[in-house]
């Protein structure tokens, strides 16, 4: 990426955010790198990484001695300077039962702790069992509060930004207006919020099958819904009110009756993946292992043949509407499913309609929506520091 820097006094401020960039971005680099990137002179570099010291953002970490001349001091920016702590609320989590699970990672993007905490939010209020996840989570980390400089929270649900209330969401408490803001003034942080399968997205697009993707639409297939993100050129498309992607309410008819309204959920959430199950004599308690003992099982064909035509009713919908280069299938149901999902998939695409986009299994083993949020929240630390060197050094 190229950083504008300058040379004069006016643009002191300009300087320091760009050496800190490319830091960021590139991790150890001499006084003579940054120069060559910040095409600025040797004094105003030395200059700008003094400030940066300083200020606590930016600290040597080594010495290069392959050149002639004193050795040169090797510049990082400094892990702790500020740390990003990401939330995701799951109706069911790995213990079968409501869940919170939580991360943070210092300035470099290194994770520093990770927590899963069950709380059953008809009983506990979502302001209070957050608060007190990121507490546990900072002790585990043995960081400070003030350390702490943005939280982000993914939700099965879409943010409106201007009413600052959670919509679509089923888990008990969470659509209370004001409950972000409040969240925000008992952290004593900067808080965002976005849905989940966006930010399963932004993983996609840092670590998966998206990264070198002009753009692509992410179908998540979940233990009891699914949804749809959007990339276009790495900017994810949230709508008006946050809601774009909540494609588990796209009305549908059922085949046997044009009176008996059903919408894509009814036909792909996990009460439909366990009724499928029980049709095709596949055992399993939950979607999960429902989608897992079927792929396990070579007479199974005929489960996800039918699976399979149901997601690509709604997935042609979304090709032909954006028509992505490419088509994620994500999520844990997706995951298990794994390659033979996949080929039903793309099959039953094709049968369905003459589209082009091809469609891939997500490559992240990891909790994607943690990751996402992970992401979310260094990208936004990230940004506050280097506005906040504008204004103090403007």
Known sequence: MTRLAGSSKLLRAMNASAALGHLLEAGGLTRADLRKLTQLSTPTISEVLRRLTEAGLVTVVGYHSGRPGPNAEIYAANPDAAYAAAVSVRDI?????PSVVAALCDLTGAERARIERRVDFLRTDPKTALVKVVADLREEAG???AGIHHVQLGVAGSYDSRAQTIRHVDVPGFARPGLVPEIAAALGTRVGVDNDVNLAAVAERRHGVGTDADGFALIWLGQEGLGLAIDIGGTLLRGARGGAGEIGYMPLYAPDSTHRKVDLQDLVGGAAVLALGRDHGV???????VVQAAAAD???????????DRVAVGLAAVIAVLDPSLVVLAGPVAQAGGKTLLTAVTTAVRRAAPLESTIAVTTIDDDAVLLGALDAGLTAVREALIASIRDDQA
Do not use: D, K, M
């Open 143 to 145: 960081v400070a509060a």
């Open 298 to 308: 070579p007479e199974a064909g005929e489960f996800f043949t039918e699976l399979a």
């Open 283 to 289: 055992p399993g308690r939950t979607p999960l292992e």
């Open 93 to 97: 989590g790995a213990s079968g039962a």
